[in-house]
């Protein structure tokens, strides 16, 4: 069975740090877009990050760029998101999710395309 499973999440204060991490089991991450998106209590998911695992090739929101990193281990077919310098804006739901074998990202991050959604990880920043 195909799963992703996020953890990591938790209450930090603002200029904290956390790390997500993403485990994919039943499928290889190898040659996949894959994802991390977000979404706030009344608003739409929106991306956070992306990486092209063949390759390495890294994709970011705006609200993102410079505090967050997007990486991963293929060997431990994990996904990880470093989360630096955060803000209560920052403050949702993390999700990871997959593109289909050898499609790529797009630049705008967009959850469009995107499944095999994990149960997902709060994160919380208090100012």
């Known amino acids: 069975q195909r799963q992703l499973a996020e953890s990591g999440g938790g209450s930090v204060q603002a200029g904290g740090s956390l790390r997500l991490s993403c485990v994919a089991s039943g499928y290889s991450i190898n040659s996949r877009c894959m994802g991390w998106f977000r979404q706030a209590p009344g608003k739409e998911r929106e991306g956070v990050a992306a990486i092209y695992t063949t390759g390495g090739s890294t994709y970011y929101a705006d609200s993102v760029k410079g505090r967050f990193t997007i990486s991963q281990d293929r060997a431990k077919n994990t996904l990880y998101l470093q989360m630096n310098s955060l803000k209560p804006e920052d403050t949702a739901i993390y999700y990871c999710?997959?593109?289909?074998?050898?499609?790529?990202?797009?630049?705008?991050?967009?959850?469009?395309?995107?499944?095999?959604w994990g149960q997902g990880t709060q994160v919380t920043v208090s100012s």
């Open positions: 999710a997959a593109r289909p074998f050898l499609e790529r990202c797009s630049n705008t991050v967009s959850p469009l395309g995107f499944g095999g």
